[in-house]
């Protein structure tokens, strides 16, 4: 293998970005995996993602197994895995990060137009066959729907891996509400290795700084950069500020295969969306579990990125052609999952239900209460939750799901957040190792009441579209009527368990006393790091008030989940 350190890739303003570039050492053109992001490309895995490290070596071996591993780096392909099968692997440090100068603007549209030079950079290599593709997790993925919007001539294929596609309605709020994700994530995996950093780390071959070779005073690297955060307060509706890094996914014509989690609060609606938004005549979808890193290394990753980029990059007869559309991993409550291909998603055969909430009973019956009941509840207290009876046989849950809710409230507003919920029959909660929690919940919804307005053209009944662009504020007493998004989910509920919501005012958390673990500070019991609890956001006692649940008679509350038939060519794993 052949390594050229910071290669300069000049854009079309001047400024040069760096990239790594790992290739076969056999003089002859060969087709480009490429990454491009802030994240520091000579930052080592090992040192920069310890604890997600220390995950892949003791729990999934087949990671880290037939590599030096001295390469390695979060969230890109190991060059150790791809260059002796032929490939190129480049890795680009964006504008203002690691050792390439410039403003730093995150998912910003000058951001994206870098990405496009550098894809038609690495295009017209004398070590390039001319196609590059496009794989990498999460700001990897992310900025994939981006760039390949713009059809950039060389790029042949994209595989975004647990990548957002919507800037606003997944990458900073959640049905108008505003996680903290990019508060926490930002001065850690940003800031820390922009361009300038002085003390930061080293790359463990050549032993240069990773956000080198300039140092620049705090001063400085304020002025070179966006403030990402203050954005976040300053926007507080859908406005240009989004819409200018959310792709229009209708402009991608380009081969995809979109590989999404099922329980990452950041992530999974994207890959789905992505999926169902694209132009291209040839695409895949397929769904995993476990944490966010796990999947894109393992064997199983691995080979599924290597079929596919064979196939498009290189023309060989990978057995792609047979590749279902989708391919599904369903979640099972024993942490196993059971294999399924199909040909479309949602699932075709898939039976939309009504679970009704019964507020006499506080129960979910399939027939709705002939008579219109009340409940209130403390927005910020422990709401209301709804069960099944046990159930008399297994039933899958698999796909997009929503609710219709009537409330009111004791202020001018009101935040919904909904929690689908297993129970077993002793009466214990069912978690998953979600992708960023050790115990995820089953599936989440989110709605800021006063942002209800929809958008009738793109909304599905199983998917609500809001708009976001205009606040509508409750009347305090008088009733609404609400469309909440539960994002894409998966579990097969054995019979015996009981399946339920909660609906709160606030962020759900498993009962118990733990311990819990946490991240920067945050206590994860089955949100992760996407938790709804920023002062300038929820703050006020606007949501602090009363909520009043309305179901029964004319007005009906209920879920809409999409329940999945079992088929008896599933395999289990």
């Known amino acids: 293998m052949r390594i050229d350190w910071d290669e300069p890739i000049t854009m079309d303003d001047g400024v040069a970005l760096r990239a790594d570039v790992y290739r076969p050492d056999d003089g002859g053109p060969h087709p480009v995996i490429m990454t491009h992001g802030p994240y520091a490309k000579g930052l080592a895995f090992q040192e920069g993602f310890q604890p997600m490290w220390h995950n892949l070596e003791t729990e999934h071996p087949d990671a880290l197994a037939g590599s030096s591993n001295r390469y390695q780096n979060w969230e890109t392909a190991d060059p150790d895995k791809w ?3 032929g490939y190129v692997v480049i890795r680009v440090d964006s504008r203002g990060a690691g050792r390439s100068p410039g403003y730093l603007d995150i998912f910003s549209p000058r951001e ?34 981006q760039v390949a919007a713009l059809r950039p001539p060389h790029l042949a294929a994209i595989c975004p891996w647990e990548g957002a596609c919507d800037f606003y309605r997944e990458l900073t709020h959640h049905g108008g509400i505003l996680h903290i994700f990019l508060q926490q994530w930002y001065p850690v995996q ?75 609060h950041l992530h999974t609606r994207g890959g789905f969306e992505g999926y169902a938004g ?8 397929e769904v995993h579990g476990l944490q966010h890193w796990v999947e894109f290394y393992t064997d199983y990753g691995v080979a599924l990125q290597k079929r596919f ?137 989110w709605l800021r009441s006063s942002l209800r307005k929809l958008d009738p053209a793109r909304s599905e009944p199983y998917r609500p579209w809001h708009t976001f662009d205009e606040r509508q ?21 054995p019979a015996g368990y009981r ?6 005012g ?33 703050g006020s006692d606007v949501y602090a008030g009363r909520t009043t649940l309305i179901s029964g008679g004319k007005h009906p509350s209920y879920l809409l989940l999409p329940v999945v038939p079992a088929r008896s060519d599933a395999l289990h794993v």
């Not at 870098?114 to 990897?140: M, R, T």
């Open 83 to 85: 260059v002796p099968d």
């Open 112 to 145: 994206t137009q870098d990405y496009f030079h550098c894809i038609e950079w690495a295009g017209v290599q004398p070590w390039s066959n001319g196609k590059v593709g496009l794989l990498g997790i999460s700001y990897y993925a992310v900025n994939q729907w």
């Open 190 to 264: 940003v800031a820390s290795v922009q361009h300038g950093v002085e003390n930061g780390p080293r790359h463990p071959v050549t032993g240069v700084r990773v956000a080198g070779p300039d140092v620049l005073s705090d001063a400085e690297r304020a002025k070179n950069a966006a403030d990402s955060v203050s954005a976040l307060y300053e926007h507080p509706l859908l406005d240009a500020h989004y819409r200018d890094r959310t792709p229009d996914l209708s402009k991608i014509t380009v081969p995809v295969l979109s590989a999404t989690n099922w329980a990452h």
């Open 278 to 285: 694209v132009a291209s005549d040839q695409k895949w979808l």
């Open 309 to 445: 980029f064979g196939h498009f990059l290189k023309g060989e007869d990978t057995g792609w052609d047979d590749q279902p559309p989708v391919f599904l991993n369903v979640r099972r409550v024993d942490g196993s999952f059971e294999q399924r291909a199909e040909t479309e998603w949602p699932p075709a055969r898939t039976e939309w239900t009504k679970f009704h909430l019964d507020l006499a009973r506080n129960a979910l019956s399939p027939e709705s209460d002939p008579t219109e009941r009340s409940a209130e509840f403390d927005a910020l207290g422990d709401g209301l939750t709804f069960w099944t009876e046990p159930l008399a046989e297994p039933l899958e849950v698999t796909g997009p799901a929503a609710a219709t809710l009537r409330v009111a409230s004791s202020t001018t507003d009101a935040d919904v957040f909904l929690t689908l919920r297993v129970q077993d029959p002793d009466g214990h909660d069912v978690a998953f190792t979600s992708a960023m929690d050790p115990n995820g919940a089953i599936a989440l919804g």
């Open 473 to 493: 504020p409750l009347t305090p007493g008088e009733p609404v009527d609400l469309q909440v998004e539960i994002w894409p989910t998966s579990v097969i509920v």
């Open 499 to 504: 399946l339920g919501v909660s609906v709160q």
């Open 506 to 538: 606030r962020d759900f958390e498993f009962p118990g006393e733990g311990p819990w673990p946490s991240a920067f500070g945050i206590s994860m019991r089955g949100n992760g790091l996407f938790v709804h609890n920023d002062t300038k956001d929820r």
